[in-house]
T-cell receptor
């Protein structure tokens, strides 16, 4: 069974701090990983994708991937109250001509002013 | 780029009626679209995968005769909830798949069945 695990939180960080969100996945063959942000009552919004081991930076966001450890993380630098949301880790599982994203249950982040 | 729209954004219907939700990719063609359902404070649940020109693939436990999916073009997929009941009340979200398997979500449709 394809699984994606996240700490549900809530994770509370002070404004300006670094927020670190973690995710582990079960399928060693997975190649594509995504982070989504979901505000309460809204649909998810793609913020990062990562496909290779190492770090990928985009503005205040850095995604980190370690395929050997089956671990992907998201760092948010200089956290702002507007970053308060639920962050969903998603892993692409493919096979037999089809593919789908499996989502973790999400980590709720609260940035305290 | 990568904009997905949904219509309607919210709908209230009476028990026993049917409701159609449209999902459109506005600036790209999507051979694959996905339909999700999300109950309050719960995670996304994939209902079905919709491929243009072919029958949808439903997840285990999702009734294909109740949730009719049509993907007639590369930019439009529809979900029809037939004979709706109060337990079908939920937040329905579609997504369209981009070039690198990224999924872009529509804004969602909040369905309330009375």
């Amino acid at each position: 069974q394809k699984e994606v695990e996240q700490n549900s939180g809530p994770l509370s960080v002070p404004e300006g701090a670094i927020a670190s969100l973690n995710c582990t996945y079960s399928d060693r063959g997975s190649q594509s990983f995504f982070w989504y942000r979901q505000y309460s009552g809204k649909s998810p919004e793609l913020i990062m994708s990562i496909y290779s081991n190492g770090d990928k930076e985009d503005g205040r966001f850095t995604a980190q991937l370690n395929k050997a450890s089956q671990y992907v993380s998201l760092l948010i630098r200089d956290s702002q109250p507007s970053d308060s949301a639920t962050y969903l880790c998603a892993v692409l599982y493919s096979g037999a001509g089809s593919y789908q994203l499996t989502f973790g249950k999400g980590t709720k982040l609260s940035v305290i002013p | 780029g990568a904009v997905v729209s949904q219509h309607p954004s919210w709908v209230i219907c009476k028990s026993g009626t049917s409701v159609k939700i449209e999902c459109r990719s506005l600036d790209f063609q999507a051979t694959t679209m996905f339909w999700y359902r999300q109950f309050p404070k719960q995670s996304l649940m994939l209902m079905a995968t919709s491929n243009e020109g072919s029958k949808a693939t439903y997840e285990q436990g999702v009734e294909k005769d109740k949730f009719l999916i049509n993907h007639a073009s590369l930019t439009l997929s529809t979900l029809t909830v037939t004979s709706a009941h109060p337990e079908d009340s939920s937040f329905y979200i579609c997504s369209a798949s981009g070039a690198n398997y990224e999924q872009y979500f529509g804004p969602g449709t909040r369905l309330t069945v009375t």
